[in-house]
């Protein structure tokens, strides 16, 4: 009983503790103007931010470089324009570094600190799970470049997919390896999430399209060796490697099989290889002639013209933004992102999340009769004009469906040794292989 | 059959790396009796060092890596003077110090990242014919780093055994305050110490990241687990425990990714526990010299 006593005196103290600290927190987030939009009162001018929430730091540092430059060049186009309603957007930064732990204090103090918040801008794959029921619970939309299927049946009105799910890339590699005429491959994926939700669809759409997966190797990232997996890679003579693998892990692994073999066989990866950490680390170590011939990347599409191609691009030069990053279909993404989001507080007259999130799709959606537009300038000279829209921006069509997934086709990209860059070739039909 | 002499050459490569790294660091808790957790990132930072040499100073790969190797010793040298000696000092307790190793490592890896960014640096290496060896295929490079391995530890051996550096080094290293009481610089003794562990580490660092073909600022502190896990389980201050614990860990490692490469780290860890369970002292317990409470 004493000790009963103890522990329940103890939990007053805890709960009188929690709840000063609670109360500070939230003081100061009032006092700082903090918080969501719509909690912060409204009325005169006051500049509205996207938090950009991404790891900065670490290995998956490329992802926050990605989505903090998107973001800063749909702000400079926007706030070029007027700003959203006449209130001037901002993008401020959060690092998660890459780890879902310690996300989440990173999101706690962004719901907090951040001043008149209208969008995240983030997380990635491996925050997202304890990152989006703390965006819910504040009621503020993101968007991501997830390829998680596990999000292909989500419910939440703030979650918001702008480029295509893994079950979706995964029949485009299979088809894309068979029609090459790779009848036999071999499949090498690393055994983290993003690449193991691949594997399956692959296999399944492959060998219904009458290939056959020669060997299957699921291996390690970023072990010092990979000698045994690639012997017994070539050991089953595939015609092709199909896979997914992070930047050091290919490297490793590529430049150990040029050692055994004399060169590479044909390798056909995902997306991941586009990304802007993978050919720097992949190259040197294979050799630019190699990389342009023997590996492929399935990608989503960017058409990279069109005027709201351009006007991206100029954007992203206005904020100083590596070159390769406007080639690169997941910043395009972002940045249409952005945009879309502020369309969609443009038509609810709102920069309230919980009033604003239901027109999302309506900015993008192909409604009968709708005017195209281009870039922001465009679409809100349209929507005063009171116009229906229909927002194609840089990266195409971002049609989102009932789950807030907006799919798009999948295209071929192959390295350029003129432009050291991807360059995108053939697109893939939609759905190939069903 | 054929299968698992290839995986046993490519698991010498991996070894050889491994017991360099192991060895410098048991080496140098022998002496001074502290859990360095930043001898990964001293790793890290020799292979920029050498890097820099051949980028910026167009030294062949050769010369690049005793660069390397001395960026490590000095290093090595400075991080235990300037940093953990004064904590010792003090009585700072053993649990401390392993913190404090931990924030030297962290202080390292985000300098190094200031500079280096996010990311990847290569040697730009020629590829290599591949040879074939006992029914094993390495290239010449590879063959190179098990030769600096075999030269480095053999090299060790004989300083233990036949100078008298390596006599003080051993004597330092049972009971420090009698090797004192009979006139040996102990003082000496560890920042020696010191420097043959940072040496081990520097050439740990540039065969690891050259064998790797890319490296970043996180390259030594990802093969850290591995060379704690040789040093354990060939007791902890035990060198030549360490190379046959390197010998085990990377060769089983490849022969287990022959079942499944993602057995890999499951089977050398594993083989570790067992060993632990048998011998809670690690494989050559018993036979340790080099294990004692030095601080200066």
């Known amino acids: 009983m004493e000790a009963w006593a103890m522990v329940l005196k103890r939990s007053r103290w805890l709960v009188r503790g929690g709840a000063i600290i609670t109360a500070s927190m939230v003081v100061a987030g009032c006092a700082s103007g903090g918080g969501p939009a719509g909690n912060a009162g409204s009325g005169g001018t006051f500049t509205v931010t996207a938090g950009v929430l991404h790891a900065f730091t670490g290995q998956n540092a490329f992802f926050g470089l990605n989505a903090q430059n998107a973001c800063k060049a749909a702000a400079h186009e926007i706030n070029a324009a007027g700003g959203i309603m006449g209130h001037p957007l901002t993008c401020t930064d959060f690092d998660t570094k890459g780890d879902p732990a310690d996300a989440v204090p990173v999101t706690n103090r962004m719901l907090v600190s951040a001043s008149h918040l209208v969008m995240v801008v983030g997380p990635d794959g491996s925050d997202i799970p304890s990152v989006l029921p703390l965006l819910e619970q504040a009621k503020v939309p993101e968007m991501n470049t997830v390829g998680d299927p596990r999000y292909d049946r989500q419910t939440s009105p703030d979650f918001w997919r702008l480029t295509p799910s893994d079950s979706t890339q995964a029949p485009a590699l299979a088809y894309y390896a068979y029609h090459q005429g790779f009848t036999k491959v071999a499949e090498v994926f690393t055994s983290d999430l993003s690449a193991q939700t691949t594997t399956g669809p692959f296999q399944s759409t492959y060998t219904g399209l009458g290939g056959t997966v020669v060997k299957k190797l699921t291996i390690a990232a970023d072990q010092a060796s990979y000698q045994t997996e690639v012997a017994q890679a070539l050991a089953a003579h595939p015609q092709a490697l199909v896979g997914e693998m992070d930047a050091r892990t290919a490297a490793t692994f590529l430049s150990e099989m040029r050692q055994q073999h004399g060169g590479l066989i044909p390798f056909v990866v995902t997306q991941r290889a586009t990304q802007p950490d993978w050919a720097p680390a992949v190259r040197p170590v294979i050799g630019t002639a190699s990389l342009s011939k023997d590996v492929t990347a399935i990608a989503p599409a960017l058409r990279a013209q069109g005027p709201g191609y351009n006007a991206f691009q100029q954007a992203m030069t206005s904020v100083q933004a590596n070159p390769f990053q406007a080639k690169n279909p997941f910043v395009a993404a972002g940045y249409d992102g952005v945009i879309v989001f502020a369309l969609a507080m443009d038509l609810a007259k709102s920069v309230d999340p919980s009033v604003f999130v239901k027109d999302i799709p309506k900015v993008t959606a192909a409604a009968s009769g709708a005017t195209v537009v281009r870039t922001y300038a465009q679409a809100v000279a349209a929507v005063k004009a009171g116009k229906t829209i229909r927002y194609l921006g840089a990266s195409g069509p971002m049609v989102f469906n009932q789950y807030g997934t907006a799919n798009r086709p999948y295209a071929v990209w192959s390295f350029s040794p003129s432009t050291t860059g991807w360059v995108m070739g053939q697109t893939l039909p939609a759905n190939p292989g069903q | ?296």
Not at chain 2, 81 to 94: S, V
Not at chain 2, 137 to 145: C, E, G, K, M
Not at chain 2, 281 to 293: F, I, K, P, T
């Open chain 2, 1 to 296: 059959v054929s299968q698992i002499i290839l995986s046993l050459g490519f698991g010498l490569v991996t070894a050889s790396i491994l017991a360099m790294g192991a060895v410098g660091f048991t080496l140098q808790f022998g002496v001074t009796n502290l859990f360095n957790l930043a001898f990964g990132e001293s790793m890290t930072v020799a292979a920029f060092a050498a890097y820099l040499t051949r980028a910026d100073l167009h030294w062949n790969m050769w010369l690049a890596m005793a660069g390397g190797g001395a960026c490590g010793m000095l290093l090595s040298l400075l991080i235990s003077r300037l940093i953990y000696l004064p904590f010792l000092q003090r009585g700072t307790t053993q649990f401390a110090m392993v913190m404090v190793t931990v924030a030297v490592s962290f202080v390292l890896k985000n300098v190094l990242q200031i500079f280096t960014g996010a990311n990847f640096y290569s040697y730009q290496l020629p590829p290599q014919r591949p040879l074939h060896v006992l029914g094993m295929v390495f290239t010449p490079r590879q063959l190179a780093i098990i030769g600096l391995a075999a030269a480095s530890l053999l090299g060790l051996h004989l300083l233990f055994r036949y100078t008298r550096l390596g006599k003080a080094m051993r004597a330092t290293s049972d009971d420090p305050a009698l090797a004192r009481s009979v006139g040996i610089p102990t003082s000496r003794v560890v920042s020696a110490a010191w420097l043959l562990s940072g040496l081990l580490a520097g050439l740990a660092g540039v065969t690891l990241a050259m064998d790797l073909g890319t490296f970043d600022s996180n390259t030594g502190g990802s093969f850290l687990l591995v060379i704690v896990a040789a040093a354990v389980f060939g007791s902890v201050g035990e060198p030549y425990g360490a190379v046959l614990g390197a010998l085990v860990i990377g060769i089983a490692s490849e022969l287990a990714a022959i079942v499944n490469p993602g057995l890999k780290d499951v089977a050398a860890f594993t083989v570790l526990v067992l060993v632990l369970l048998v011998r809670p002292e690690g494989l050559r317990s018993g036979r340790v010299q080099m294990r004692a409470g030095v601080t200066a």
